[in-house]
């Protein structure tokens, strides 16, 4: 089998990257749609019991759709969403996923709104939110459950749309990763139990259906969250080595070194 020329490969991995560039921006689109926003609305009843306990300074949404937040009704005070390209109605800051302009260790929750679904490279992504995050500090993935009615849909579409587009990362790859990057895996929980379909009537009742059937906690939902916590490296103390003193030499008393005088 002959393998793919070194041109071959770079037009497919720019090929690549401009699909998911588009993806990024059609999936704005798509939480427009009725199918968009019961997904929508099921993926907010699934994080906010977590988010509620959360506490800091800063809490980061990295995501492909910068109107659709799932951060609004969290406690931490400053929210940061970053915009993949300019929108004079939004006034939001403009930044790549993959490149933050933010200080190392300065945010107390990262979440994660299925971008590593849509974007060219999911590792550089992931470590990126690693790099920002505080020791200490929680991480929540969100991403479309491959093990699902949804992930089915995925395998039987002939022209991939939005979402199926998307990676369909499973969770248990996104655990090794977060492994790998010293995040500990708190908990796994499961939402979108309920068909992919185009129905108002059954899309306008899926948000309530939803949260009834997430009772089971059913690994089949079409969505996953991932919650991880960026584990703090032990501080070993550096203990200062003492030079050993040496013990003194003995010296005897003067007095008994003087001769004792016989008294005539």
Not at 43 to 59: K, S
Not at 82 to 104: C, I, K, M, T, W
Not at 218 to 229: D, Q
């Amino acid at each position: 089998m002959k393998s793919p020329s070194r041109h071959q490969t770079r037009r497919r991995l720019l090929k690549e990257q401009a699909d998911f560039a588009d993806g990024q921006n059609v999936l704005t689109q798509w939480f427009e749609s009725p199918a968009g926003k019961a997904v929508f609305r099921a993926e907010m009843a699934m994080v906010r019991p977590y988010l509620n306990r959360l506490f800091g300074y800063h809490i980061l949404q990295m995501g492909c759709s910068s109107s659709h937040s799932l951060i609004t009704e969290s406690r931490v005070g400053h929210k940061i969403i970053f915009a993949p390209e300019y929108d004079r109605h939004s006034g939001l800051p403009v930044a790549d996923n993959e490149q933050l302009p933010l200080e190392s260790e300065s945010i107390d929750v990262v979440v994660v709104h299925h971008a590593l679904d849509f974007t060219g490279d999911s590792h550089s992504l992931l470590r990126e939110a690693t790099r920002v995050l505080r020791p200490g500090g929680q991480m929540l993935i969100i991403g479309f459950n491959p093990l699902s009615l949804w992930g089915l849909k995925k395998l039987l579409k002939i022209r991939a749309e939005v979402p199926w587009s998307g990676r369909f990362i499973s969770h248990r790859r996104v655990a090794d990763w977060l492994k790998l990057l010293e995040l500990h895996v708190e908990k796994v929980d499961y939402g979108l139990h309920f068909l992919p379909s185009r129905w108002r009537k059954g899309l306008a009742e899926a948000g309530e259906d939803d949260n009834r059937v997430d009772g089971l906690r059913s690994p089949f939902g079409g969505a996953y969250l991932v919650i991880s916590t960026k584990q703090v490296l032990p501080i070993t103390p550096i203990l200062p080595r003492w030079r050993t003193l040496r013990p003194r030499a003995t010296v005897m008393p003067a007095a008994e070194n003087v001769r004792a005088k016989k008294l005539h």
